[in-house]
């Protein structure tokens, strides 16, 4: 491949649209900080072999040519969608991303992937903090406008925003069991937190692994370009970026009730004891 990719994925509210915006400020980079939907056209070309009857008489032909040939001109696929990229280096952000580490690792051995992470009683709160800013527009799925113990078990169930990368990254770890080196070599995990706390730090630490030079970063001179329709989601997962790094409060725990954080915390212990061990002592 003549593009080198770096896939961007990870928790709702956890930093992914600032991660693509800082690493675009890279000489080397190209990053519109869109959702892409390559994820799903790879979901979608796999699918196509139940489907498409001249394509499975040709697996008894020779079905291990006919899998490279699949896999080839995937490959074509997501280069031919950056065709207008001159960098080297290109970011595609989709949450999707974490649930095909096994296909992107046959794909693409030498693939990069920034998992963004966050505290998750902060990433409900983020939410309920956009939900009381909304609150005369319906969620985009149907939650409860009125209780938010309802959308707790909405929004972590394992069809959920936030569960089902939750069950994603779940299958990680035991991918971890049998692949070591996803997670050595194709896999890093972002803190929200560090982002924030200690932004160029953290990006240099992102540049060496995706295999870039360090870059110097004005974090009060930021490039902004458009982001996707937020009304998509009726304003409520906002994508905007901002001309400079805010770092207000960014501790919306006072948005979720003593009651929702047990739960959250009770039912995602193993995401506590990974990555948040220090918040459940």
């Known amino acids: 491949m003549n593009k080198k990719f770096i896939y961007v994925s990870g928790l709702p509210r956890s930093g992914s649209t600032l991660m693509c915006q800082l690493l675009g400020v890279h000489p080397h980079v190209y990053s519109d900080g869109h959702s892409s939907p390559l994820s799903s056209y790879l979901e979608k070309i796999r699918n196509h072999a139940n489907s498409e009857p001249f394509l499975k008489s040709q697996m008894d032909i020779d079905y291990e040519l006919l899998h490279s040939k699949i896999k080839n001109a995937t490959l074509k696929f997501f280069e031919g969608w950056f065709f207008d990229a001159e960098e080297t280096f290109v970011v595609d952000k989709s949450r999707q991303w974490l649930a095909q580490v096994e296909t992107l690792k046959q794909l693409i051995p030498d693939f990069k992937m920034i998992i963004c992470i966050r505290d998750l009683i902060d990433i409900f709160g983020s939410i309920e ?40 990254m779940q299958n990680l770890l035991e991918i971890n069991q049998r692949m070591p080196d996803i997670m050595r070599d194709n896999i890093y995990f972002v803190a929200f937190e560090a982002l924030i706390e200690n932004p160029q730090k953290t990006m240099n630490d992102v540049f060496e692994f995706s295999g870039l030079k360090k870059c110097k970063i004005d974090f009060d001179s930021l490039p ?32 979720v009730s003593q009651k929702n954080r047990d739960i959250i915390i009770q039912k995602n212990h193993w995401y506590y004891s990974n990555y948040y061990p220090h918040l459940i002592k």
């Open 129 to 168: 903090k956009s939900h009381q800013k909304t609150i005369m527009f319906p969620f985009p799925d149907g939650m409860a406008p009125n209780n938010a113990s309802a959308r707790v078990d909405s929004l972590f169930s394992p069809s959920g925003v936030i569960g089902s990368p939750l069950i994603a």
């Open 224 to 255: 902004v370009k458009k982001h996707e329709s937020d009304s998509y989601y009726n304003m409520k997962y906002s994508h905007k970026t901002y001309s400079k790094l805010i770092k207000a409060d960014h501790n919306n725990s006072k948005f």
